[in-house]
């Protein structure tokens, strides 16, 4: 580690820590630090996150994975750390529900311990928040300046809450300490290395078009929903970290583009060349109506708006799965 830290020094690249590194969102950015000849660290337990992920990376010099619990005792590599891009968190319904604790914890005990890492080594620090923070939306699309309609009790509070107290806690050591932070609320994102059993309506729509099942609509279809492509996604969180302006400033990251459920239902029939068929089950509980952002701000402040047409990102996703899926029944 010495050894490395000197090489790393003489370099003089700068420091990122990521937590969550090894998931969907985590990954990728991973990955755009390491084009922008950043020295990586990544952090993450993997429960919902998979190593396989950064296989590409993994023996890389300028790339350091930390296996660990950012909620408990972790020691990490002693850098001198530019950023910290806290992504940790599970965020599929699925994953939240099963992880219900695991997840508020994470989301007030590891942001405070990341905001602390950040505070002691004076750098950037960027909270991943979502668009659950604001529930069932009463204003539509939503702006970030939209307080938002949750429910604090019921079965998406374990993510919603706890992200809206992230938020909060990032707020507070901004305003007392100075600390320069940035709060992105992340809108559905979809593309390659999404986990395929996760429950969310991308790989549950194409895994099962592509295995000849039904595609399961939950309520009558009606409620509505905005894709961004992944490195749409992360490009956003890129430029909220390191455009100027951003300090202590929320982004609302996502595509204002919006579909019902069933029209997009239609287009992944399509687009994995079959016959739409499609079987109903009751909403779940709290499930938002619409969902749809807001993104004046981010192409005021940042320049950025997504770029990747749909059907186009389908298509790269579509052959993800088939992948997997390929190597799925193989093994």
């Not at 084009?35 to 190593?51: K, M, P």
């Not at 993994?58 to 790339?63: K, L």
């Not at 490009?235 to 019902?260: D, L």
């Amino acid at each position: 580690m010495d050894k490395m830290k000197m090489e790393f020094q003489h370099e003089k690249k700068p420091v990122s820590l990521i937590t969550g590194a090894a998931g969907f969102l985590g990954s990728h950015l991973v990955d755009r630090l390491l084009a922008e000849e950043h020295f990586v660290v990544g952090v993450d337990n993997l429960s919902t996150g998979n190593l396989k992920n950064l296989d590409h990376v993994i023996s890389r010099n300028d790339f350091l994975f930390v296996a660990g619990d950012i909620t408990g005792e972790m020691e990490l590599p002693d850098l001198k750390y530019d950023y910290v891009w806290h992504l940790a968190s599970p965020a599929s319904p699925k994953d939240y529900r099963r992880l219900s604790i695991e997840t508020m914890m994470v989301n007030a005990i590891g942001t405070k311990k990341m905001l602390d890492l950040a505070l002691a080594h004076n750098a950037k620090f960027l909270l991943a928040s979502t668009s659950e923070a604001y529930g069932d939306p009463q204003v539509h699309p939503q702006p970030e300046e939209y307080w938002g309609n949750v429910n604090p009790i019921g079965e998406r509070a374990c993510y919603d809450e706890s992200k809206r107290f992230a938020e909060a806690l990032t707020m507070e050591y901004h305003r007392r300490y100075d600390l320069d932070v940035r709060i992105v609320r992340i809108f559905n994102t979809y593309g390659p290395r999404m986990q395929i059993n996760d429950g969310r309506v991308v790989p549950n729509f194409i895994c099962q078009a592509l295995r000849g099942e039904p595609l399961t609509v939950y309520g009558d279809g009606s409620q509505t929903r905005s894709f961004v492509f992944v490195q749409d996604e992360v490009e956003g969180i890129f430029r909220a970290m390191t455009c100027h302006g951003t300090k202590g400033e929320v982004f609302n990251i996502g595509n204002p583009e919006e579909y019902s459920i069933l029209e997009f239902a239609r287009l992944i029939a399509q687009i994995c060349g079959v016959e739409l068929n499609v079987v109903y089950k009751p909403l779940p509980p709290d499930d938002p109506r619409k969902r749809c952002p807001d993104i004046s701000k981010a192409k005021r402040v940042l320049n950025w708006e997504p770029v990747t047409p749909l059907e186009k990102g389908l298509r790269i996703t579509l052959d993800y799965f088939s992948s997997v899926l390929r190597e799925t029944i193989t093994r």
